[in-house]
């Protein structure tokens, strides 16, 4: 019992902190989630992305790897999902509303604080490389989703060639691939707003919460959020043992897994109109819910 109130006390509470001030300003301050979000979106993250990448010992084996994870656990649960909205009856928008809520996990704002404050910063690394590979995942799945509407398909997919964290992550490949070390005059500026990215992400996921409304059909959402948040761990540790993916990246992958839904999902729900007002319910409970799920299971990891 020590050891889980210590977890939720040091690694989770406080993340929630911070997500409470970034409630309060959006609520009261008015600021600019949006605004915020790309600040993440299109400098902080790319840095973080890429400093981790250049200063990390993983090897191309063990990203590899983690790559496929990303892929199993994220169709693994959409066949869990499907059975479970089938069973439901659910057809057409819910259906595919449905789907997202259980195959998406929030993996940047709320995952990688997570990870660096429960195992440190070589499983940041891995769970960054996790998190890269699951956003273009994402965004190619949520163009699925789009059905027969094929201009918002072509805008989705254009969406995965505009992430800038996949080319601070394809610059720091070329880097390591030479052999060189990046110039201090270069390396400091990134390692400044790498810095800066974990506690903004927080402050944008809790101005993000800050839009949850009431859904109308309170029950699917609570067996939504409960496949996310206690079926996918089974299911990342399943694969991941099966993959034989062990120690930080292992750790990283299941937390990741385990998140509660993805904030992006908002987005696409809105962009799709893929009901959003059940989107983002299920973004709100399985936000509040997850200390329960995540502090036994980083216990155990640990």
């Excluded at 120690?247 to 385990?258: K, W």
Aim: hydrophobic share 60%; net charge positive; glycine share 10%.
């Amino acid at each position: 019992m020590g050891l889980l109130v210590s977890i939720l006390v040091s690694d989770i509470l406080p993340i929630f902190a911070i997500a409470g001030a970034g409630f309060l300003l959006a609520r009261y301050a008015g600021v600019d989630v949006r605004m915020l979000s790309r600040v993440v979106f299109y400098s902080l993250l790319p840095c973080l992305a890429f400093r981790l990448l250049v200063t990390s010992s993983a090897s191309g084996p063990n990203v590899a790897g983690l790559i496929l994870l990303a892929a199993l656990i994220m169709g693994g649960m959409g066949l869990v999902g499907y059975a479970a909205a089938k069973g439901l009856g659910l057809e057409g928008k819910y259906l595919r509303a449905f789907l997202m809520v259980v195959m998406f996990s929030n993996g940047g704002n709320y995952g990688l604080p997570v990870v660096r404050f429960a195992f440190g910063p070589e499983t940041l690394t891995y769970a960054t490389i996790f998190f890269l590979a699951g956003s273009v995942m994402t965004y190619v799945v949520g163009a699925f989703f789009a059905g027969s509407h094929h201009r918002k398909i072509a805008g989705a997919l254009e969406k995965v060639w505009k992430m800038p964290s996949l080319y601070g992550l394809g610059l720091a490949l070329a880097v390591r691939a030479g052999g060189r070390p990046v110039p201090e005059a270069i390396m400091r500026p990134i390692d400044l707003l790498s810095d800066a990215a974990l506690p903004v992400m927080i402050l944008v996921l809790g101005m993000q919460l800050e839009r949850a409304v009431w859904p109308a059909r309170p029950g699917i959402v609570v067996l939504a959020v409960g496949i996310s948040l206690l079926v996918a761990p089974v299911v990342a540790l399943g694969l991941a043992g099966l993959l034989g993916i062990t120690g930080a990246a292992r750790q990283s992958a299941v937390i990741l897994s385990s998140m509660p839904v993805a904030v992006i999902t908002t987005i696409l729900a809105l962009e799709f109109e893929l009901a959003p007002e059940f989107v983002t319910s299920a973004v709100f409970l399985s936000t509040i819910a997850s200390p329960l799920t995540l502090t036994p299971l980083i216990a155990y990891l640990r």
